[in-house]
């Protein structure tokens, strides 16, 4: 088995290669067809194909000397104004040697720069438009100031289909010679959703067990509840039982090691598969809302979980009289 990172190992190298966002990738060869490229911001959640879009298009169009035309930046941490007046103008203002006028600057996280980094950026955009062209890469497109996005061609990521998600996921899993049992797949797809790159960080992790990979130990290695422990606490709690869910909330942390927040989100979604008429949905969601919001501002997480049960007990017997009525 390899110990080089799958990430990057089965990162695609073009845009043929790319196994999603087809619209996107027809678009983009458009633009090495001209050989031409707008200022761009390429938006979506984590693992969707963003930057490797980037990388996969400045290939296309240079070929494989493509590195010496393109610099890549991680805005998230180098956020401040600084950078933009040193390094990225630095390299904005230099022409690049060889067929393509222009150079390709490659900003990830775009959207975790500063407002006043935003506006010298923007500057920066006009001023060098010639010799240089812009990717942003951001999560939230809307974090990006009006003047940059303007300027930009939009692109709207979205996370990999289940089906492309189970046959990439496979494909990795035969090259590796690693054995991927359906229920694991499935845990993968359950921890992951549609991020292909944290699908694929969970897979080697899993694999460096040397055992067939089953639900039981993707959740181990991810920190994550089974949601089928997490269901059956809520059904405990939801007939009424409060101290039996308190016990098995504390047999879950103790057995997966598993944060707080995270059994909030499972908690989450666990009420929107539940079988009980909407306005409770509504209602329960409200509540652990609430409770995540008191998390966040750093109240002590088994104290807050015990109430996010007693709630829902609470809850469980309002909606209980209701349907007596």
């Known amino acids: 088995m390899s110990f080089e990172m799958w990430a990057e190992k089965y990162r695609p190298k073009t845009l043929d290669d790319m196994v999603n966002q087809k619209e996107i990738v027809e678009r983009l060869k458009s ?15 984590p693992g969707t194909g963003k930057t490797t879009a980037a990388l996969c298009l400045a290939r296309d169009l240079y070929g494989e000397p493509y590195r010496e035309h393109i610099m890549e930046l991680n805005a998230s941490d180098e956020r401040g104004i600084d950078v933009v007046r040193e390094t990225v ?37 006009e001023r060098y438009t010639e010799t240089c062209r812009f990717i942003l890469c951001a999560n939230y497109s809307g974090k990006i100031i009006e003047p940059i996005q303007s300027r930009c061609a939009p692109f709207r990521f979205s996370f990999l289909p289940r089906e492309e998600h189970d046959k990439y996921l496979k494909h990795i899993s035969e090259n590796e010679n690693v054995k991927l049992l359906k229920e ?6 359950e921890v992951c959703g549609g991020d292909l790159r944290k699908a694929i960080n969970t897979l080697q992790a899993a694999a460096s067990l040397n055992k067939p990979i089953d639900a039981k130990v993707v959740y181990s ?49 666990e009420i929107f598969r539940a079988d009980i008429p909407e306005q409770w949905k509504i209602k329960l969601a ?8 008191r998390l966040v501002e750093g109240a002590d997480e088994e104290v807050q979980l015990s109430a996010l049960l007693a709630r829902l007990v609470e809850a469980a017997n309002e909606l209980e009289k209701s349907n007596k009525v």
């Open 184 to 189: 694991g797949l499935d845990a993968v797809f």
């Open 286 to 293: 409200n509540i652990v809302g609430e409770i995540d919001y």
């Open 89 to 125: 103008k630095t390299f904005a203002r230099v022409r690049s040697i060889g067929e393509i006028p222009f150079k390709i600057m490659i900003l990830d996280e775009a959207d975790n720069m500063t407002s006043d980094a935003q506006q010298a950026l923007r500057r920066t955009m």
């Open 221 to 269: 290695i991810t920190g994550k509840a089974s949601p089928a422990d997490v269901q059956k606490m809520l059904e405990i709690a939801m007939k009424g039982n409060f101290m039996e869910a308190r016990k098995q909330l504390r047999e879950m942390i103790q057995k997966y090691g598993v944060a707080g927040s995270d059994i909030i989100r499972q908690i989450h979604t």
């Open 31 to 45: 633009f090495v067809k001209s050989r031409n490229v707008p200022h761009c911001i390429f938006a979506g959640p």
